[in-house]
Protein backbone atom coordinates (compact mmCIF):
# COMPACT_ATOMS: atom_id res chain seq x y z
CA UNK A 1 0.00 0.00 0.00
CA UNK A 2 1.06 3.59 -0.62
CA UNK A 3 2.70 6.14 1.88
CA UNK A 4 -0.20 7.76 3.55
CA UNK A 5 -1.21 11.86 2.42
CA UNK A 6 -0.48 14.36 4.59
CA UNK A 7 -2.53 14.55 8.14
CA UNK A 8 -3.82 17.91 6.81
CA UNK A 9 -5.17 16.51 3.92
CA UNK A 10 -6.46 13.63 5.21
CA UNK A 11 -8.13 15.89 8.21
CA UNK A 12 -10.04 17.81 5.37
CA UNK A 13 -10.83 14.93 3.08
CA UNK A 14 -12.72 13.68 6.07
CA UNK A 15 -14.39 16.97 7.25
CA UNK A 16 -17.95 17.52 6.93
CA UNK A 17 -20.31 20.00 8.49
CA UNK A 18 -23.13 17.32 9.83
CA UNK A 19 -23.15 13.99 11.22
CA UNK A 20 -25.15 12.17 8.97
CA UNK A 21 -22.74 8.87 7.58
CA UNK A 22 -21.49 9.06 4.43
CA UNK A 23 -20.90 5.28 2.48
CA UNK A 24 -19.62 5.46 -0.67
CA UNK A 25 -19.32 2.65 -3.26
CA UNK A 26 -16.79 2.92 -6.15
CA UNK A 27 -14.58 0.61 -8.07
CA UNK A 28 -11.19 0.22 -9.99
CA UNK A 29 -12.56 -1.29 -12.96
CA UNK A 30 -15.95 -0.10 -14.91
CA UNK A 31 -19.15 -2.65 -15.24
CA UNK A 32 -18.43 -4.56 -12.33
CA UNK A 33 -22.06 -3.87 -11.12
CA UNK A 34 -21.47 -0.99 -8.45
CA UNK A 35 -24.39 0.74 -9.40
CA UNK A 36 -26.64 -1.96 -9.09
CA UNK A 37 -25.00 -2.72 -5.21
CA UNK A 38 -25.43 1.02 -4.54
CA UNK A 39 -29.28 1.28 -5.73
CA UNK A 40 -29.87 -1.62 -3.59
CA UNK A 41 -28.44 -1.12 -1.01
CA UNK A 42 -29.79 2.14 -0.81
CA UNK A 43 -33.51 -0.04 -1.10
CA UNK A 44 -32.11 -2.21 1.65
CA UNK A 45 -31.37 0.92 4.15
CA UNK A 46 -35.56 1.98 3.12
CA UNK A 47 -36.19 -1.42 4.14
CA UNK A 48 -35.01 -1.10 6.95
CA UNK A 49 -36.01 2.19 8.12
CA UNK A 50 -33.81 4.30 7.14
CA UNK A 51 -34.07 8.05 5.17
CA UNK A 52 -31.80 7.30 2.40
CA UNK A 53 -30.13 10.24 0.20
CA UNK A 54 -28.35 8.93 -2.54
CA UNK A 55 -26.15 10.55 -4.74
CA UNK A 56 -25.21 9.72 -8.28
CA UNK A 57 -22.21 11.11 -8.69
CA UNK A 58 -20.99 9.15 -12.24
CA UNK A 59 -21.55 12.56 -13.87
CA UNK A 60 -20.45 11.49 -17.39
CA UNK A 61 -23.22 8.08 -16.93
CA UNK A 62 -25.50 8.48 -14.73
CA UNK A 63 -27.99 5.32 -14.60
CA UNK A 64 -29.10 4.98 -10.46
CA UNK A 65 -32.55 6.69 -11.73
CA UNK A 66 -32.79 3.75 -14.45
CA UNK A 67 -31.81 0.83 -12.64
CA UNK A 68 -34.77 2.09 -9.64
CA UNK A 69 -37.26 2.77 -12.05
CA UNK A 70 -37.80 6.11 -11.20
CA UNK A 71 -37.69 9.62 -13.52
CA UNK A 72 -35.23 12.76 -13.28
CA UNK A 73 -37.16 15.60 -11.51
CA UNK A 74 -36.69 19.04 -10.50
CA UNK A 75 -33.59 20.30 -13.05
CA UNK A 76 -31.85 22.94 -11.67
CA UNK A 77 -28.92 23.67 -14.28
CA UNK A 78 -24.87 24.22 -12.46
CA UNK A 79 -23.52 26.64 -14.06
CA UNK A 80 -20.11 28.28 -14.37
CA UNK A 81 -18.62 31.58 -14.76
CA UNK A 82 -17.84 32.99 -18.36
CA UNK A 83 -16.27 36.34 -19.18
CA UNK A 84 -18.05 38.97 -20.86
CA UNK A 85 -15.53 41.48 -22.69
CA UNK A 86 -16.51 45.09 -22.27
CA UNK A 87 -14.24 46.59 -25.13
CA UNK A 88 -15.19 50.01 -24.21
CA UNK A 89 -13.64 49.41 -20.83
CA UNK A 90 -10.74 47.52 -21.97
CA UNK A 91 -6.75 48.92 -22.13
CA UNK A 92 -5.98 46.67 -24.39
CA UNK A 93 -3.08 45.22 -21.30
CA UNK A 94 -3.76 41.33 -22.79
CA UNK A 95 -3.42 40.30 -19.12
CA UNK A 96 -6.76 38.16 -19.40
CA UNK A 97 -4.88 36.69 -22.55
CA UNK A 98 -2.00 35.15 -20.40
CA UNK A 99 -3.86 34.51 -17.18
CA UNK A 100 -6.18 31.87 -19.31
CA UNK A 101 -4.82 28.88 -18.36
CA UNK A 102 -6.75 27.23 -20.84
CA UNK A 103 -5.62 29.33 -23.80
CA UNK A 104 -8.89 30.22 -25.30
CA UNK A 105 -8.80 33.86 -25.20
CA UNK A 106 -7.18 35.56 -28.50
CA UNK A 107 -6.88 39.30 -29.27
CA UNK A 108 -8.00 39.37 -32.42
CA UNK A 109 -7.41 43.33 -32.83
CA UNK A 110 -7.05 46.39 -30.65
CA UNK A 111 -9.21 46.36 -27.21
CA UNK A 112 -10.95 43.31 -28.69
CA UNK A 113 -10.74 39.65 -26.74
CA UNK A 114 -12.77 37.15 -28.20
CA UNK A 115 -13.14 33.45 -26.35
CA UNK A 116 -12.09 30.97 -29.26
CA UNK A 117 -11.85 27.66 -26.60
CA UNK A 118 -13.20 26.26 -23.88
CA UNK A 119 -13.96 27.90 -20.80
CA UNK A 120 -13.49 26.38 -17.35
CA UNK A 121 -15.11 29.08 -15.17
CA UNK A 122 -11.59 29.79 -13.24
CA UNK A 123 -12.31 33.34 -13.20
CA UNK A 124 -8.64 33.84 -13.57
CA UNK A 125 -9.29 36.50 -16.61
CA UNK A 126 -11.71 38.56 -14.06
CA UNK A 127 -9.67 38.49 -11.32
CA UNK A 128 -6.37 39.97 -13.31
CA UNK A 129 -7.99 42.59 -15.50
CA UNK A 130 -7.04 46.21 -13.93
CA UNK A 131 -10.25 48.05 -15.62
CA UNK A 132 -12.85 46.28 -14.97
CA UNK A 133 -13.59 45.51 -18.35
CA UNK A 134 -14.59 41.60 -17.70
CA UNK A 135 -17.80 41.19 -16.72
CA UNK A 136 -19.64 37.79 -15.25
CA UNK A 137 -21.50 36.02 -17.32
CA UNK A 138 -22.70 32.07 -17.16
CA UNK A 139 -22.55 28.92 -18.81
CA UNK A 140 -24.74 25.80 -18.13
CA UNK A 141 -22.21 23.05 -18.05
CA UNK A 142 -24.63 20.66 -16.30
CA UNK A 143 -28.14 19.64 -14.68
CA UNK A 144 -28.87 17.98 -11.28
CA UNK A 145 -32.12 16.31 -10.29
CA UNK A 146 -33.72 15.58 -7.16
CA UNK A 147 -36.28 12.62 -7.53
CA UNK A 148 -38.01 11.63 -3.99
CA UNK A 149 -39.93 8.48 -3.64
CA UNK A 150 -40.71 7.54 -0.07
CA UNK A 151 -37.89 7.50 2.40
CA UNK A 152 -35.61 7.73 -0.87
CA UNK A 153 -34.01 10.54 -2.03
CA UNK A 154 -31.66 10.97 -5.41
CA UNK A 155 -29.69 13.07 -6.10
CA UNK A 156 -28.61 13.03 -9.99
CA UNK A 157 -25.48 15.17 -11.63
CA UNK A 158 -25.14 14.50 -15.28
CA UNK A 159 -22.77 16.14 -17.37
CA UNK A 160 -23.40 17.60 -20.64
CA UNK A 161 -22.29 16.01 -23.87
CA UNK A 162 -18.73 16.82 -24.85
CA UNK A 163 -17.87 18.89 -21.98
CA UNK A 164 -14.92 18.16 -19.67
CA UNK A 165 -16.13 19.71 -16.48
CA UNK A 166 -17.21 17.03 -14.96
CA UNK A 167 -15.78 17.81 -11.44
CA UNK A 168 -18.03 21.13 -11.12
CA UNK A 169 -20.71 18.95 -11.88
CA UNK A 170 -20.09 16.25 -9.04
CA UNK A 171 -19.14 18.95 -6.36
CA UNK A 172 -22.85 20.66 -7.29
CA UNK A 173 -24.73 17.34 -6.84
CA UNK A 174 -23.03 16.55 -3.56
CA UNK A 175 -23.44 20.10 -2.64
CA UNK A 176 -27.03 19.93 -3.25
CA UNK A 177 -27.25 16.87 -1.30
CA UNK A 178 -25.45 17.73 1.51
CA UNK A 179 -27.70 20.40 2.11
CA UNK A 180 -29.77 17.88 3.23
CA UNK A 181 -28.36 15.80 4.97
CA UNK A 182 -29.68 16.42 8.21
CA UNK A 183 -32.80 15.16 6.86
CA UNK A 184 -31.25 11.52 6.28
CA UNK A 185 -29.83 8.92 8.04
CA UNK A 186 -27.73 7.91 5.42
CA UNK A 187 -25.80 9.26 2.67
CA UNK A 188 -24.83 6.55 -0.48
CA UNK A 189 -22.17 8.29 -2.96
CA UNK A 190 -21.76 6.37 -6.07
CA UNK A 191 -18.95 7.49 -8.05
CA UNK A 192 -18.04 6.91 -11.48
CA UNK A 193 -15.03 4.20 -12.20
CA UNK A 194 -11.44 4.83 -11.95
CA UNK A 195 -8.92 6.39 -9.60
CA UNK A 196 -9.49 9.77 -11.04
CA UNK A 197 -10.05 13.40 -9.64
CA UNK A 198 -13.81 12.96 -9.62
CA UNK A 199 -13.67 9.97 -7.78
CA UNK A 200 -11.26 11.42 -4.64
CA UNK A 201 -13.82 14.01 -4.95
CA UNK A 202 -17.21 12.13 -5.00
CA UNK A 203 -15.57 10.20 -2.38
CA UNK A 204 -14.93 13.05 0.40
CA UNK A 205 -16.33 12.95 3.37
CA UNK A 206 -17.49 8.89 3.26
CA UNK A 207 -16.85 7.16 6.72
CA UNK A 208 -16.96 3.80 5.01
CA UNK A 209 -16.29 3.17 1.59
CA UNK A 210 -17.71 -0.18 -0.26
CA UNK A 211 -14.94 -0.94 -3.79
CA UNK A 212 -17.21 -3.37 -5.83
CA UNK A 213 -15.21 -5.74 -7.75
CA UNK A 214 -15.04 -9.39 -9.77
CA UNK A 215 -13.32 -11.90 -9.98
CA UNK A 216 -11.53 -11.65 -13.20
CA UNK A 217 -7.94 -10.31 -14.28
CA UNK A 218 -8.67 -6.49 -14.89
CA UNK A 219 -10.95 -6.61 -12.02
CA UNK A 220 -7.93 -7.80 -9.42
CA UNK A 221 -5.91 -5.43 -10.84
CA UNK A 222 -8.07 -2.26 -10.75
CA UNK A 223 -9.11 -3.48 -7.04
CA UNK A 224 -5.63 -2.75 -6.09
CA UNK A 225 -5.22 0.63 -7.85
CA UNK A 226 -7.98 1.51 -5.70
CA UNK A 227 -7.23 -0.23 -2.33
CA UNK A 228 -4.27 1.97 -2.59
CA UNK A 229 -5.88 5.31 -3.15
CA UNK A 230 -7.88 4.78 -0.49
CA UNK A 231 -5.34 4.05 2.34
CA UNK A 232 -3.92 7.06 1.13
CA UNK A 233 -6.87 9.08 2.13
CA UNK A 234 -6.76 6.93 5.10
CA UNK A 235 -10.42 5.71 4.36
CA UNK A 236 -12.19 2.56 5.92
CA UNK A 237 -13.05 0.41 3.29
CA UNK A 238 -14.19 -3.35 2.56
CA UNK A 239 -14.75 -4.88 -0.64
CA UNK A 240 -18.03 -6.36 -2.53
CA UNK A 241 -17.30 -9.12 -4.94
CA UNK A 242 -19.85 -9.27 -7.13
CA UNK A 243 -20.25 -12.08 -9.48
CA UNK A 244 -18.38 -14.18 -6.93
CA UNK A 245 -18.92 -17.26 -9.02
CA UNK A 246 -17.19 -16.40 -12.33
CA UNK A 247 -14.83 -18.73 -13.57
CA UNK A 248 -11.45 -16.70 -12.76
CA UNK A 249 -9.52 -14.86 -10.22
CA UNK A 250 -11.41 -15.14 -7.01
CA UNK A 251 -8.33 -16.16 -4.92
CA UNK A 252 -6.17 -13.35 -6.35
CA UNK A 253 -9.01 -10.58 -6.16
CA UNK A 254 -9.96 -11.69 -2.25
CA UNK A 255 -5.96 -12.27 -1.42
CA UNK A 256 -5.66 -8.30 -2.70
CA UNK A 257 -8.21 -7.36 -0.37
CA UNK A 258 -6.26 -9.48 2.59
CA UNK A 259 -3.06 -8.32 1.65
CA UNK A 260 -3.96 -5.12 2.61
CA UNK A 261 -6.49 -6.09 5.69
CA UNK A 262 -9.69 -5.36 3.98
CA UNK A 263 -12.19 -7.30 4.38
CA UNK A 264 -14.94 -8.75 1.57
CA UNK A 265 -18.44 -7.56 2.88
CA UNK A 266 -20.42 -9.26 1.02
CA UNK A 267 -20.07 -11.99 -2.20
CA UNK A 268 -22.74 -11.70 -4.41
CA UNK A 269 -22.86 -14.41 -7.27
CA UNK A 270 -24.51 -14.65 -10.34
CA UNK A 271 -28.07 -14.91 -9.73
CA UNK A 272 -31.43 -14.65 -11.64
CA UNK A 273 -33.83 -12.55 -9.24
CA UNK A 274 -30.90 -9.89 -9.07
CA UNK A 275 -30.73 -9.84 -13.11
CA UNK A 276 -34.80 -9.85 -12.99
CA UNK A 277 -34.58 -6.77 -10.81
CA UNK A 278 -31.74 -4.88 -13.12
CA UNK A 279 -34.12 -5.40 -16.53
CA UNK A 280 -37.20 -4.60 -14.92
CA UNK A 281 -35.57 -1.21 -13.49
CA UNK A 282 -36.54 -2.37 -9.86
CA UNK A 283 -34.19 -2.96 -6.77
CA UNK A 284 -34.38 -7.35 -6.33
CA UNK A 285 -34.85 -5.88 -2.73
CA UNK A 286 -38.10 -4.86 -3.14
CA UNK A 287 -38.70 -7.15 -6.30
CA UNK A 288 -37.76 -10.44 -4.28
CA UNK A 289 -37.47 -9.44 -0.63
CA UNK A 290 -37.34 -12.95 0.26
CA UNK A 291 -34.73 -14.26 -2.19
CA UNK A 292 -30.71 -14.39 -1.21
CA UNK A 293 -29.67 -11.46 -3.21
CA UNK A 294 -31.86 -9.54 -1.03
CA UNK A 295 -31.21 -10.96 2.22
CA UNK A 296 -27.33 -10.54 1.20
CA UNK A 297 -27.74 -6.67 0.63
CA UNK A 298 -30.18 -6.05 3.66
CA UNK A 299 -27.42 -8.26 6.03
CA UNK A 300 -25.00 -5.96 4.65
CA UNK A 301 -27.41 -2.43 5.13
CA UNK A 302 -27.58 -4.02 9.31
CA UNK A 303 -24.02 -4.08 9.37
CA UNK A 304 -23.36 -0.70 8.14
CA UNK A 305 -25.69 0.59 9.61
CA UNK A 306 -24.22 -0.83 13.30
CA UNK A 307 -21.36 0.57 12.98
CA UNK A 308 -22.44 4.04 13.11
CA UNK A 309 -24.36 5.48 16.41
CA UNK A 310 -27.14 7.28 15.46
CA UNK A 311 -27.03 10.94 14.50
CA UNK A 312 -28.67 12.03 18.31
CA UNK A 313 -25.62 10.13 20.12
CA UNK A 314 -23.29 11.40 17.40
CA UNK A 315 -24.52 15.43 18.48
CA UNK A 316 -24.37 14.93 21.91
CA UNK A 317 -20.51 13.55 21.30
CA UNK A 318 -19.69 16.12 18.51
CA UNK A 319 -20.87 18.77 21.64
CA UNK A 320 -18.92 17.49 24.30
CA UNK A 321 -15.87 17.39 22.14
CA UNK A 322 -16.48 20.96 21.13
CA UNK A 323 -16.82 21.58 25.06
CA UNK A 324 -13.41 20.15 25.94
Same mark, same amino acid.
Given at each position: ? *????? =??? &? @????S????????G?????????????? &??? /?????? #???? $??? %??????????S????????? =??????????????????? +????????? *??????R?????????? *??C????????????? !?????????????????????????P?? /????? $???A $? @????????????? %????????????? &??A? @????? $????T???P???????L %?L?????????T???? #? !???????????E????A?????? /?? %???? @???????? +????????????????????????????? =????????????????
Amino acid at each position: M *NKKLH =PEI &I @KHFHSTTFTTPIIGVTGGKGGVGKSTIA &INL /AAAFVA #NGKK $VAL %IDADVDAPNDSLLLGIPLEN =PEPVTIMQPVFDSDKCTDC +QKCVKACQM *NSLFRSREKTITMMGEC *NGCEACYLVCPADAVG !RGSHSVGTLYTTRRGDLTLYTGALQPGL /AESAL $VVNA $V @KKAAFADADNFDI %ILVDTAPGTHCNV &IGAL @KGAGH $VLAVTEPTPLGAHDLEL %ILSLLDMFAVQTSVVL #N !RSDLPGQQEKTEKTGRAGSVPVA /AE %IKLD @KDLLAGYL +QGTPVVELFPNSSAAKIFLDLADRLAAAW =PDQKTQAKTKARQEQL
